[in-house]
């Protein structure tokens, strides 16, 4: 994946679980910049980009969710 976007036919990660934060991210900016592509060329987006997508911004949001409840855990234990 050492290119700036990552088209539907590219291998794509089974698990992003086991993928580290930044490597999540570099994927949201890849799969963003297909987006872009693909609407410009075809006026609407490959389904197969768009479930990624959706994928990418779920565990995103795990992610998010993750951190601010160790946060405030570890607010309360140092309260």
Known sequence: MGKSRIKPEDPF???????????VEVLNSKVHRQLEVEYVEAGSPDPET??????????????DIMSETSNQHAAEKSA
């Open 13 to 23: 990660p089974e698990n992003l679980n086991s993928l580290e934060d930044d490597q």
């Open 50 to 63: 768009e479930h990624r997508q959706e994928e990418v911004n779920e565990e995103l949001d795990d992610r």
